[in-house]
């Protein structure tokens, strides 16, 4: 949600920032903004809608001259989307500027503090008490105005300033939202995202909560939030500045999709050795095993369904009882947790702030955390006693894909792990081992086996409702298949559990009604079928999801989808990718913005 750039160094800061900006794209946002400081002048650039009409506004930059500035990109909260609203946000005698990604919980107790001083404000956004904040405080001194500043507020942000009275600096400062520093020769960064960054350097700083940063053409000092200077380590990025470009795919979404063979690979191979999955980031938690009582899996939108088909694995061959829990709900259900409890986080961003706060809850409550992510050093990894991350690579689209099947992959690996630790695979390891290493393999061919999907989009692109239906692990699939419909195509998709359809969702068939079945578990295929012939009996039309070699859906099914054989404990993360591309191809039958759909975040680091 939200992004932010800044810039300081010998280059022009406009057309940096510009760039930095289009590569946060993909966090959604309703306006975009720059400020560029020229000598000890600020020059403020705000636009509604997309970052195109800022390119156009300011000449792709070339029209803003100076070599230092800051960035936005904001998606609304506090006012509409609006010129007046979106950031940069200038102080009333124009010596500061800032830039916001969060929320100010007791801004509006500030902003009427301010208003009975004075201070005029431009805008609706809780972000504008900050920048009046600062001018209040200053005396000469910006990291002091920043300190007495942040002291004021609650919530989370991660700050851009800049001051015209210090001409070649910027201030980064963060609290609950993610900020990172690029390092550079003779030039450098911030920004919340490393995808800003990495075609400029590989070095970074992660910022801690509380920090703050004054960067200028040749130094980067960081500072506590009593003020006292810092040392940090730097860490190497170490993904190609490739795989956050299109690569010749037409969206970020359709590219992500065809790189889950190999995303998937990257999470599994290197953690089977000598004929077992390990995980060398867990090795105090094994031993502590036998102690527990229950696993809690939380997470928000699609890493909750990655959760949902994680906890079939895991309970079955752990024979530990798994609950998933929605993290925005976990957080305030007081929940029952001890140190016999182990709660698995999931995020992909590693930011998501519902998830942050469920984990600090039970963390606090005596539950052993382990969080599964894929950005290193964010904030859920850091505050989890264990790590596991994906290695899934930079994720672009708003829609998750590869980010979901490795997050399935990671649990299938635990659920395997565990289940070795506590003596419970049996003479089946073997094989559950090998169905692990074939899921690349079987996720291409899940992909080379349905050349038809785009021909079926121009067939239900236009329908009101799209319905999916499935039982046991084909439920879960079901969920994320129906999540990626609506997300991306704006077309009324739900999931149902088959057997709960004589319980109130029948009555939603009627004529022509599409319904997606999944029937890829042998064990309940039977009780699908019938579920299919009751729909079908009431009118609909029948999209099934299902094995080649599987006659028995034929007289029954309108249309096919196909998944090569594959056991149903771990079928989810193949039988997924036929519905992410029908999801891809019907969202491009209607003219959708697929990698950036409206109303949606990457990141969603508020509540």
């Known amino acids: 949600m939200c992004g932010i750039v800044g810039f300081t160094g ?51 930059g070339s029209s803003v001259p100076g070599t230092t500035g800051i960035g936005h990109t904001r998606w609304a909260t506090h006012g509409a989307p609006t010129e007046e609203n979106a950031h940069p946000h200038l102080s009333n005698d124009g010596r500061f500027a800032i830039v916001h990604n969060g929320i100010i919980e007791n801004y509006l107790a500030l902003r009427d503090e301010l208003i009975r001083e004075g201070y005029q404000f431009q805008s609706e956004t809780d972000t504008e008490v900050i920048v009046h904040l600062l001018e209040r405080y200053y005396r000469g001194n910006v990291r002091e105005a ?10 989370s942000y991660a700050l851009g300033v800049i001051c015209s009275e210090e001409p070649g600096k910027i201030y980064a400062v963060r609290e ?7 390092i550079g020769i003779d030039d450098n960064y911030f920004a919340s995202d490393v995808t800003a960054l990495v075609a400029h350097t590989r070095n970074v700083i992660y ?14 000092r960081i500072f506590d939030c009593t003020g006292a200077e810092i040392h940090k380590k730097t860490t190497r990025i170490l993904w190609d500045v490739q795989a956050a470009e299109k690569g010749g795919y037409p969206h970020f979404m359709l590219k992500e999709i065809m790189e889950q063979p190999g995303a998937v690979r990257a999470t599994i191979a290197p ?14 938690l094994l031993p502590e095993l036998p102690g527990i009582r229950k696993i809690i899996i939380t997470a928000c939108g699609s890493a909750y369904y990655a959760g949902c088909a994680g906890k079939y694995a895991l309970e079955q061959l752990c024979h530990i009882p798994v609950e998933v829990a929605l993290a925005s709900e976990l957080r305030y259900a007081n929940p029952l947790t001890d140190e016999h409890t182990l709660l698995i986080v999931i995020s992909q961003s590693g930011e998501t702030a519902d998830t942050i706060a469920a984990l600090k809850e039970c963390k606090s409550r005596g ?52 289940a070795d630790h506590l003596c419970q695979l049996g003479n089946d390891k073997e094989e559950r081992l090998d169905t692990l290493l074939a899921l690349p393999r079987l996720i291409q061919q899940a992909i080379d086996m349905n050349p038809s999907i785009p021909e079926l989009a121009k067939k239900y692109h236009k329908s009101k409702a799209l319905f999916f239906i499935g039982r046991n692990t084909d439920y879960a699939s079901a969920l994320e298949g129906a999540l990626k419909m609506k997300e991306i195509s704006y077309l009324h998709a739900e999931a149902y559990a088959a057997g709960e359809l004589k319980h109130g969702t029948i009555a939603l068939i009627d004529d022509h009604q599409p319904v997606i079945a999944l029937c890829c578990n042998p064990s309940i295929m039977e009780k699908t079928l019938s579920n299919i012939v009751e729909v079908k009996s009431r ?21 096919l989808l196909f998944i090569p054989n594959v056991d149903a404990l771990f079928s989810t993360a193949v039988e997924i990718v036929p519905l992410q591309l029908l999801a891809y191809y019907v969202a491009k039958e209607n003219g959708c913005d697929i990698d950036k759909p409206k109303n949606l975040a990457k990141s969603v680091t508020v509540e």
């Open 146 to 155: 920043l300190l007495k500043t942040a002291n004021r507020l609650r919530g």
């Open 10 to 60: 010998t280059q022009d800061a406009a057309p940096i920032l510009l760039d930095g900006l289009k590569k946060l794209e993909y966090r959604g946002y309703d306006s975009a903004g720059i400020a560029v400081m020229d000598q000890k002048t600020i020059s403020v650039n705000k636009v509604r809608g997309r970052i195109a009409n800022l390119c156009e506004k300011t000449d792709n």
């Open 207 to 220: 910022l801690e909560d509380g920090e703050f940063a004054e960067l200028s053409q040749r130094s980067i």
């Open 367 to 418: 539950a052993k955390t382990l969080a599964i992510v894929n950005v290193v050093g964010s904030s859920v990894a850091k505050s989890a006693d264990y790590t596991v991350y994906t290695w899934a690579g930079p994720e672009i689209a708003v829609a998750t894909t590869k980010g979901y099947t490795t997050q399935v992959a990671v649990l299938y690996m635990l659920a395997i792990c565990f």
């Open 176 to 182: 609950a939202s993610p900020l990172i520093l690029g």
């Open 271 to 284: 953690r089977i050795k000598n004929g077992t999955v390990e995980f060398e980031e867990l090795g105090a």
């Open 539 to 559: 009118g609909a039309e029948v999209l099934a999801l299902t094995f080649r070699d599987n006659q028995k859906i034929l007289p029954v099914a309108d249309d």
